[in-house]
């Protein structure tokens, strides 16, 4: 059983940058799709990007060339840089693994953190 455990959030004024990391414990991730999903308030979950066993990455339209997710398979971690952060990017930012579907969804994966709270003023 993975443990997903997410840190790096916070607050930070529109133009900055965050990097969350999430760090799993229990079990080996190298061979598992991982990805981040957001939830805003009165939203639904939404995909924000993914990276395969194969650094295979994709991101949602909403944050290419601003966010970028990377991973680190000899430390157990999966990362996401987010620059030029705006006010819309506020949300509970959770890392999700293992996807035995489409990495976009959601509803393929197996494991789940709890989240952590991005806020971006403006």
């Known amino acids: 059983q993975v443990q997903l455990g997410e840190s790096g959030g916070g607050l930070v004024q529109a133009g900055g940058s965050l990097r969350l990391a999430c760090a799993a414990s229990?079990?080996?991730?190298?061979?598992?799709?991982m990805a981040w999903f957001r939830q805003a308030p009165g939203k639904e979950r939404e995909f924000v990007s993914s990276?395969?066993?194969?650094?295979?990455?994709y991101y949602a339209d909403s944050v290419k060339g601003r966010f970028t997710i990377s991973r680190e398979n000899a430390k157990n971690m999966v990362y996401l840089q987010m620059n030029s952060l705006k006010p819309e990017d506020t949300a509970v930012y959770s890392c999700?693994?293992?996807?035995?579907?489409?990495?976009?969804?959601?509803?393929?994966?197996?494991?789940w953190g709890q989240g952590t709270q991005v806020t971006v003023s403006s």
């Open positions: 229990g079990g080996s991730i190298s061979t598992y799709s």
């Open positions: 990276i395969g066993s194969r650094y295979t990455t």
């Open positions: 999700a693994a293992h996807s035995v579907g489409d990495p976009r969804r959601a509803t393929t994966y197996t494991y």
